[in-house]
């Protein structure tokens, strides 16, 4: 028993990983934008069809691209769109980048067609690793280390480059960063092209994993609104410990109660909310008043 | 004047309810469920895909000879619940017993839990009934890590259907399937041949399992109402009744008392070599071989419980 819960476990951490990833940058949009995005899980299966694409035409190195595409859409929608729901209520942000979410997908089946795409782990990664109870794959392994340096660059670039403080500046006090005379709307822009990169990441990296499929945003987006409800909007902190609890808490539920495993994570979210209204790490908010 | 369609066996119950109340012939192409033609029939509803049962009963020689321990592997509702009762109702009687059984919620995108729970069973083969993308994530898991060459796979593809193999690719496909049809099958009839034909060319693809299901629901919908020489409800509903296929091995028709197309399926199994992107089987063998065996295989009226009402 002992063997299966380490397995079970290991398993959870992977899966909460990539969780992780999803919902860190759904959390980096609204901690620093104030803006629900409901569209972060179409940017999350756009980046797995972008990288689908490069891979057919270029082959294997060139998937590495796909996030910085996907980066640069949002930033375009971000200029067309999402800049006039700043400091709106947040019902509308949410019924737009809904609209937003449909639009996504329907662009990608009319471009890619409704099939799924097959889309395998790369040969170099292929076979898996056993150490003691512990069996894993190596692309899996890949896919915790991939997340983990992208989790530690972000972290790092949000607390010690000028950049990084600019954007949090922004979030707090926006009037005084302009003021200062930085261009806050340019910086915005950044925020959200980071969002919708760090989704594509996910996207990329879940691709040879999940099915490659137009409806795999549904997939996407369920679960990084319920890690960043558990670990409190906004929080970066909050994003990890939720997503890699979550990823454990389905794992572990598929091991001894399998038809309850959808409805686990919400059961926890549930409990969390119960006890802890604002979320584990989650701040009073205070800006956009 | 008639309906034809409706996948998943939840929606198909539902058309068949308006379907009834408004007298309008309705022909599913998809739909498992054995109430559609059980409990549940209709005189105005006519489906053409087998039920989980008559599938099973198919695939479960094949389960015998690959072992005795059994891992079921289903979707949480009603086609994957059917599957389930279904085979093991019939381990007994193939002496095999059960290991395991995970019921899996729709639209589950990560399958490793239940992977390293199946290799914690060690059973000799597991019984699948996962659909679409669900089938999809699970193959490319399975593969990843390492099963596919170590448990066989068996299911009925009663919705998994090629679309779900081309989606995962040549690299990740296993196992052994029953299908209603399958495009490459050297018994297809010639105008089962022609409509592959044109397919491709109009296409760029063979025809999968489900285009031949509409096809076929389709062709017998035409040729009744050129029988009846009217669109009337009742005329086309009397005509499908008596419609008859008589261009392959033994003829096919739906049967009178419950309006099932009776027709043996083709059990295939994932080649080793796939070299063709669209190819993905071997065909073994049919489900059953003669028109006695086939009407058996479907089941009696007393078994089926379909108490046709009048027009």
């Known amino acids: ?289 | 004047m008639a309906v034809l369609g409706g996948n998943y066996s939840s929606s198909a119950l539902a058309m068949m309810t308006v379907a009834t109340r408004e007298k309008i012939p309705l022909l599913l192409p998809g739909a498992a469920a054995s109430e559609i033609t059980g409990k549940s029939c209709s005189r105005y509803t006519f489906r053409t895909q087998a039920t989980v049962p008559v599938q099973l009963r198919g695939a479960m020689p094949y389960v015998a000879q690959l072992g005795k321990k059994v891992y079921f592997i289903t979707p949480s509702y009603a086609y994957g619940q059917d599957v389930l009762r279904s085979a093991r109702g019939m381990l007994k009687e193939f002496g095999a017993t059960e290991v395991g059984v995970d019921e899996v919620p729709l639209n589950t995108a990560d399958y490793s839990s239940y992977i390293l729970k199946i290799r914690q069973a060690k059973p000799d083969v597991l019984i699948g009934g996962l659909i679409g993308g669900d089938f999809s994530s699970f193959l490319k898991k399975w593969n990843e890590m390492g099963m596919k060459d170590k448990i066989p796979y068996v299911s009925i593809a009663i919705t998994d259907t090629d679309t779900d193999f081309w989606n995962v690719g040549p690299q990740a496909s296993s196992g052994i399937f029953v299908k209603p049809w399958h495009h490459n099958n050297p018994t297809n009839t010639a105008a089962e041949k022609q409509m592959v034909a044109e397919f491709e060319k109009k296409y760029g693809r063979p025809p999968s399992d489900k285009s031949w299901s509409a096809w076929i629901a389709m062709r017998s919908l035409l040729e009744a109402i050129t029988a009846a020489k009217s669109t009337d409800s009742k005329a086309v509903v009397g005509a499908l009744e008596k419609w008859k296929n008589t261009e392959g091995d033994f003829p096919y028709a739906y049967c009178e008392w419950d309006h099932q197309l009776v027709k043996p399926a083709v059990i295939v199994g994932v080649k080793k070599q796939i070299v063709d992107k669209w190819d993905f089987f071997d065909v073994l063998k049919p489900t059953s071989a003669t028109e006695a065996d086939t009407a058996k295989a479907f089941g009696s009226k007393e078994e089926i419980g379909c108490v046709m009402p009048a027009l």
């Open chain 1, 1 to 289: 028993m002992l063997d299966t819960l380490v397995s079970q476990t290991a398993n959870g951490l992977v899966l909460g990983f990539l969780y992780v990833l999803i919902a860190v940058g759904l959390s980096i949009t609204f901690g620093l934008l104030g803006v629900i995005n409901f569209a972060h899980g179409a940017f999350f299966a756009l980046g797995a069809y972008v990288a689908y694409q490069l891979f057919q035409m270029f082959g294997w190195p060139a998937v590495v691209f796909a996030p910085f595409i996907v980066g640069v859409m949002g930033m375009v929608v971000e200029v067309l769109l999402i800049r006039r729901l700043y400091g709106k209520e947040p019902l509308l942000s949410l019924i737009v980048t809904f609209a937003l979410a449909l639009l996504i997908e329907a662009l990608i089946r009319f471009f890619w067609g409704a099939d799924g795409k097959p889309f395998n782990a790369p040969p170099f990664l292929a076979g898996v690793v056993e150490i003691g109870p512990l069996l894993m794959t190596k692309y899996r392994v890949g896919v915790l280390v991939a997340t983990s340096a992208t989790l530690l660059a972000l972290w790092w670039f949000l607390s010690y480059t000028p950049y990084g403080r600019i954007l949090r500046a922004g979030s707090r006090d926006p009037e005084m960063v302009e003021l200062l005379g930085i261009n806050l709307p340019r910086v915005m822009t950044a925020v959200f092209g980071l969002g919708c990169a760090l989704a594509a990441i996910a996207g990329v990296l879940a691709a040879p994993l999940w099915a490659v499929s137009p409806s795999m945003a549904s997939n996407a987006i369920m679960p990084a609104f319920v890690i960043v409800a558990i670990g409190g909007l906004g929080s970066f902190a909050g994003a990890v410990v939720a997503g890699l609890a979550v990823g454990i808490v389905m794992s572990l539920t598929i091991q001894f109660k399998p038809d309850a495993a959808a409805a686990s994570m919400y059961v926890f979210m549930f409990i969390v909310m119960l006890l802890r209204p604002r979320g584990l790490f989650g701040e009073r908010w205070e800006r956009f008043e």
